[in-house]
């Protein structure tokens, strides 16, 4: 097959002065370019090289032209980033990997994706949405303690150990402060002191978990989180337990959780389903990726592929599979 691959390259973000520290963070680097197009080649298919969803309009005799898109693209700015290179393979016709705009969206808005989820009976902590600063005043006392996020971002951009907040004082601090630097809702949740898990997803139209692992942090000064700084430095501050008790309840519990997610917001080939628990253990729906991470040896979903003993040659071409399988 001919691959049209899709992304946006690190090197390639154009700082803004008001820009975060981590402003281009969910972008990738060359390393996972690289071993991307040479997992797609040894597969045996020929990759296109588009680069960044603009250049679909520079190359758009080889965009419009390809079997497949392999689409990692993540976008600039505004909840509908991760859809824009799905939206115009569905304009130009053209079959392509993962989910389609909607669901991208949905997972993208961390509060609408809440809603969609709560509605449908899959447990998720209570959460606030806020924009002004107004809605700071209607969160109750004995909410605390809380956890505040960006509502639209990934990568944990804007996750610190500050994230956590015990008091209205400190509350208010961290919300003026995301509010401020990524000009952009604020998703409040009740803190989750419990064991953190990442579930990999995949599969069309019966879904199954590859496998699924606990996240550890090592170092105290985190406060627990899996903060950005965490990520970046997960050598040395996070462990990751491959956890496949399949008869153990809390195995059940998360896995149907990741299924019932993944099966309510139309995820397509894969996605990776974030659970917490609270300090009796009850686990809860933090958040879905349906465009996960796919560095090999960092990313969490290849990571988890290692584990049950799958290449990241036979990850890829697994999503490649279950693409071309639905247009099929
Ligand atoms: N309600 C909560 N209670 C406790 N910790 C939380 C809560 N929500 C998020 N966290 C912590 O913050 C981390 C990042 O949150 P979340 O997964 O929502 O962000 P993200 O940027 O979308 O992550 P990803 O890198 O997976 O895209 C979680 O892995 C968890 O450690
Ligand atoms: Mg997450």
Known sequence: MKIGLVYNLRKTYLKKIDDPIDADAEWDSEKTIYHLTHAIESLGH?????????????????????????????????????????????????????????????????????????????????????????????????????????????????????????????????VTYLITTYKEPVLVEQFLSGKEFTIAVIGNPNPYILGMMEIIINDPSQNNIYTFDAKENWKSKVTYTFFNDRENVLWKQLSRIALEAYTVLECRDVARVDVRCDERQNPYFMEINPLPGLTPEHSDFPMIAGMVGRSYESLINEIIEQAWQRYH
């Not at 990759?47 to 497949?68: A, M, Q, R, W, Y």
């Not at 015990?166 to 208010?172: G, I, K, V, Y």
Request: proline residues 7%.
């Open 46 to 174: 020929t990759v296109i090289d588009i680069g960044s969803p603009e250049n679909v309009i520079h190359k758009f005799n080889e965009f419009t032209n390809v079997d497949l898109v392999f689409n990692i693209a993540e976008g600039r700015k505004g909840r509908c980033r991760e859809s824009q290179v799905p939206a115009m393979c569905e304009l130009f016709n053209i079959p392509y990997t993962f989910s389609d705009p909607l669901t991208m969206a949905i997972a993208l808005d961390k509060i609408l994706c809440k809603q969609i989820i709560q509605k449908a009976g899959i447990p998720t902590a209570p959460f606030w949405k806020i924009s002004t600063a107004h809605d700071m005043t209607l969160i109750p006392e004995n909410a605390f303690p809380l956890f505040v996020k960006p509502a639209l971002e990934g990568t944990a951009k804007g996750i610190t150990s500050d994230s956590m907040v015990r008091d209205r004082l400190a509350f208010e601090k961290q």
